[in-house]
């Protein structure tokens, strides 16, 4: 290894000790290899092929840009749990240098004998370039074979939440034979080939030192260098093949899903009645009633179970698991052959589908925003529901709302003669009143007929009356907006109430609307512009801020202390707002540590669903297993003396949870406490 060698360049042969037989099978083998790994691929393809339309193409600058944040740099798979994010980053940032480094020698050797190079006579891979590139691959070499390492050992530990297969035993020991083997080649040409620096390989060197420790000299490197080299490249074509009959095939599919995905958080896609029509059924009876991107994220989901994790319902010990929701779905697709017609229905004996399993789904989201492949289980779960709701298997509390909202035009059946009740001894003028309004304040039906709601809507009047803004409010014109009917399956319900609701906003030539409830704001921003016109539609939060902001209301004076606040999932999930609340709440005392605001363990996007979302408002739950008793937990060991919300739902939720454990917690809205602060400050 250390002859005079000055006069040739600092390189190495790409198929050295290889000869012409040899690397003649090795090529039809990669092409047999080749064939197989598009035929599994294509396999799938067209299973995928066999959903409905989706949605439209995104723009390549978004594509680019989401390879690199998402695919490359795999935010959301390094959140969360440390061991195996971490882990991940290694395997998968070794590997995909290996195959990088792969495809470039590939170039190197078939662009070689292009321009006529003899053997051993590089192109580009010589000098520093060689250097930098045989260091880097020996590095992330040994990055892939830690990370497998790692995966391997938290199996073995018990520590993985992935279900057990066979394929997974072969994916790791195939890529650690890889590595092991790749080290083992490198070494003995190192020692055949007398290569010239052999630092630069620093792994390959002290594998060719220890061999030559053993006596391995010139000679016998040769013979065993053939062998293995041999070994290492029908592991490599083995494992290309494998590929995309594995769990492997994640990487492909949920990087295409990472990169080409269209989820909105909050939003549904809508049904028509030709499509109804058309099947003769609502919702997801069959396989082939999902859209072709739904079915591709049922082979991009890996079963690691962060969605489960996240899942309020799994948590409070409901019979729902997003993932087992997912893994339901993909086990039938793995049934259905290509060539066949999908199964009459989809399986309704799978208790992972079931409807106890459904029907706990607060449609959080918390779910698609946990899983580091872009699966959404919520986007499966409303189709799955649609089904069952149009074959009335929907029983009890939900189903009785329904039929209220249909009859009445709010959940709780109340007559629409008194949505006016809540403002006794206010004054506040309807749209009829005053036509020339600039804001529309949308009561909602919760703060217009339930009563612990009420002075939450009393409190935004009052603000707003105190700012001089010219707002009205639709009073007995105003419906529900359909929200909890559309996320319970009940589409057409939901447009019935809609189209009811654009008609009056219409009428009445509404620009700007105000709502101090989550769940109207999100149907109004994301549902209603589906069917007719979009309206600028803001939380009360926002706007009291704004007004604070300007001068018209005074700036609230900062709490002393005690005083914790909890996200709604439509509010601050769903649709970003969460910087809004707290402000008001902290007001001028955000400087004093005394004076800010106790944030709870899971905070803004990251908040914990109440129970209430989804159609759970109207169900009645097992005290032991109600959703939301974990947040309760966090409100209480929070030690503060108040919890600040901003969304009736949570507001009763919360409430409920709290006086079940007696526990002397006042939950009051964001704009109770600002009215409480600006009236004691005058």
Avoid at 270 to 284: F, M, N, Q, R, T
Avoid at 359 to 387: E, F, K, N
Wanted: net charge neutral; with cysteine; proline share 5%.
């Amino acid at each position: 290894m250390n002859q005079d060698s000055s006069q040739t360049p600092l390189t190495r042969e790409v198929f050295g000790n290889i000869n012409d037989l040899s690397r003649g099978v090795f090529y039809l083998l990669a092409v047999v290899a080749a064939l197989v790994f598009c035929w599994g691929v294509w396999r799938r393809v067209r299973l995928w092929r066999r959903g409905r339309k989706s949605a439209s193409a995104v723009p390549w600058r978004v594509m680019t840009r989401r390879f690199l944040t998402d695919v490359l740099w795999q935010p959301i798979v390094r959140r969360g749990r440390l061991g195996a994010g971490r882990a991940h980053a290694l395997l998968f940032g070794g590997f995909c240098a290996l195959l990088v480094g792969t495809i470039l020698i590939g170039v190197e050797h078939y662009g070689a004998a292009a321009a006529g190079r003899t053997p051993g006579q590089p192109l580009f891979h010589s000098g520093l370039y060689y250097a930098v590139y045989e260091f880097t691959l020996d590095t992330c070499g040994l990055l892939m074979l830690v990370g497998c390492g790692w995966f391997a050992w938290r199996r073995w530990r018990g520590h993985s939440t992935i279900d057990r297969h066979w394929t997974d035993v072969y994916v790791l020991a195939s890529l650690m034979l890889l590595g092991v083997t790749g080290y083992l080649v490198e070494g003995l040409r190192i020692i055949h080939e007398q290569t010239r620096q052999p630092g630069v390989s620093y792994v390959g060197l002290g594998v060719a030192r220890g061999m030559q420790s053993l006596g391995i000299g010139v000679s016998l490197a040769r013979q065993i260098h053939f062998q293995l080299w041999w070994l290492h490249a029908v592991l490599a074509l083995g494992w290309i093949a494998a590929f995309p009959y594995t769990r492997l095939l994640h990487v492909l599919v949920g990087s295409f899903q990472l990169v080409t995905r269209d989820h909105q958080p909050g939003a549904l896609t809508p049904i028509s009645l030709e499509e109804v029509e058309e099947h003769g059924y609502v919702g997801a009876g069959r396989l082939s009633d999902l859209t072709w991107r739904q079915l591709l994220e049922l082979d991009a989901c890996i079963a690691c179970g962060r969605c489960q994790d996240a899942c309020p319902a799994h948590q409070a010990g409901q019979p729902l698991s997003p993932r087992d929701v997912v893994q339901s779905l993909r086990d039938q697709l793995n049934h259905w052959q290509p060539s066949a017609e999908p199964p009459a229905d989809l399986r309704n004996d799978d208790d992972r589908t079931s409807g106890a399993a459904l029907w706990s789904c607060t449609t959080c989201g918390a779910c698609a925003q946990v899983c580091p492949l872009g699966v959404d289980p919520l986007g499966l779960i409303t189709p799955l529901r649609r089904y069952q709701v149009g074959e009335g298997q929907l029983r009890g509390g939900p189903a009785n709302a329904l039929q209220k909202m249909q009859r009445s035009g709010n959940p709780w059946g109340l007559p629409i003669a008194d949505r006016m009740d809540w403002a006794t001894g206010l004054e506040v003028p309807t749209a009829a009143e005053r036509p020339d309004f600039e804001v529309l304040y949308w009561v909602g039906c919760a703060a217009a007929y339930d009563r612990s709601a009420r002075n939450v809507a009393r409190a935004v009047v009052q603000l707003l009356t105190a700012a001089n803004v010219s707002f009205a409010v639709l009073g007995p014109e105003e419906r529900c907006t359909g929200e909890s009917a559309r996320r319970m399956g009940e589409e057409f319900l939901f447009q019935e109430l809609a189209a009811q609701n654009q008609a009056v906003l219409q009428r009445h030539g509404v620009r700007k609307i105000v709502t101090h409830c989550p769940h109207c704001l999100n149907s109004l921003r994301k549902d209603y512009p589906q069917f007719g016109p979009s309206y600028e539609v803001i939380h009360h939060t926002q706007f009291l801020l704004e007004l604070v902001d300007q001068g018209k209301l005074p700036n609230p004076r900062g709490r002393t202390g005690g005083v914790t606040y909890h996200d709604p999932c439509y509010l601050s999930r769903a649709n970003g707002i969460s910087s809004a609340p707290r402000q008001l709440l902290e007001g001028t005392g955000q400087d004093d540590p005394q004076d800010r605001l106790v944030e709870l363990p899971r905070h803004g996007a990251n908040t914990a669903c109440c129970g209430a979302g989804g159609g759970r408002m109207w169900m009645d739950d097992n005290p032991g297993q109600r959703i939301g008793s974990g947040r309760i937990d966090e409100i209480i060991d929070s030690g503060s003396q108040t919890v600040a919300v901003a969304c009736p739902f949570c507001r009763v939720m919360v409430g409920d949870g709290l006086a079940d454990r007696q526990v002397g917690i006042e939950v009051r809205d964001v704009a109770e406490i600002l009215l409480d602060s600006l009236q004691t400050e005058s």
